[in-house]
């Protein structure tokens, strides 16, 4: 069993930035690939960005490429996403989320475990 606690959201002014945390716990952390999906009001929640166990590789959607950077403790069992030039279309609620396989994955469908949300409110 995993739990994630997202925190680091918050209100941000557009081209500011914002770092994201996710505390996890549970044995499956460092074997697992992490992820940050975000949903906006209205709409569905999407992939965001992931990360393998060793942090050898990532993923990211097109939209956040060369902004965003996710990146992993797993001493500390904790994952981040620290974004960078955001925009209004940032402004979501991010959600941190885990795999029992290490394998990032797009598609929602394929994580098994996921945070509460943090909100991030980018005003421009």
């Known amino acids: 069993q995993v739990q994630l606690v997202e925190s680091g959201g918050g209100l941000a002014q557009a081209g500011g930035s914002l770092r994201l945390s996710c505390a996890a716990s549970?044995?499956?952390?460092?074997?697992?690939?992490m992820g940050w999906f975000r949903q906006a009001p209205g709409k569905e929640r999407e992939f965001v960005s992931g990360?393998?166990?060793?942090?050898?590789?990532?993923d990211y959607t097109v939209s956040v490429k060369g902004r965003f950077t996710i990146s992993r403790d797993n001493s500390k069992k904790t994952v981040y996403l620290q974004m960078n030039s955001l925009k209004s279309e940032d402004t979501a609620v991010y959600y941190c989320?885990?795999?029992?396989?290490?394998?990032?994955?797009?598609?929602?469908?394929?994580?098994?475990?996921w945070g509460q949300g943090t909100q991030v409110t980018v005003s421009s």
């Open positions: 549970g044995r499956a952390f460092s074997t697992a690939a």
């Open positions: 989320a885990a795999s029992t396989v290490n394998a990032i994955q797009r598609s929602n469908t394929g994580w098994n475990y």
């Open positions: 990360i393998t166990w060793s942090g050898g590789s990532t």
